[in-house]
Nanobody, 119 residues
Framework: QVQLVESGGGLVQAGGSLRLSCAISGNSFSFNAMDWYRQAPGKQRELVARITSGGSTNFADSVKGRFTISRDNAKNTVYLQMNSLKPEDTAVYYC?????????????WGQGTLVTVSS
């Protein structure tokens, strides 16, 4: 069993920056990939960014050039650095870990963290 704990959300003015963290804790597992999703009020959850075990990254077109994703293996933590924030980035952000254990897949969601960007 694993647990994902998110932190770093908050209120920021447009043009500002925030860094979200998603820390993975639990029993032995291997890391395959981590996704960051977001869900704005009244909208569907959308994939924002992904990082794989090999370090490959992908971003939604809406955040390319503004967001970066990175991983600290020693801390089992993935970060989403968000720069040049816009009001339309306001949403609850969720991390989703693609993990594996000796018995199979071990995917898990974080609890979500609210990001509010004021104009």
């Amino acid at each position: 069993q694993v647990q994902l704990v998110e932190s770093g959300g908050g209120l920021v003015q447009a043009g500002g920056s925030l860094r979200l963290s998603c820390a993975i804790s639990g029993n032995s597992f291997s890391f395959n990939a981590m996704d960051w999703y977001r869900q704005a009020p009244g909208k569907q959850r959308e994939l924002v960014a992904r990082i794989t075990s090999g370090g490959s990254t992908n971003f939604a077109d809406s955040v390319k050039g503004r967001f970066t994703i990175s991983r600290d293996n020693a801390k089992n933590t993935v970060y989403l650095q968000m720069n040049s924030l816009k009001p339309e980035d306001t949403a609850v952000y969720y991390c989703y870990a693609h993990l594996a254990s000796t018995t199979g897949t071990l995917d898990a969601w974080g609890q979500g963290t609210l990001v509010t960007v004021s104009s």
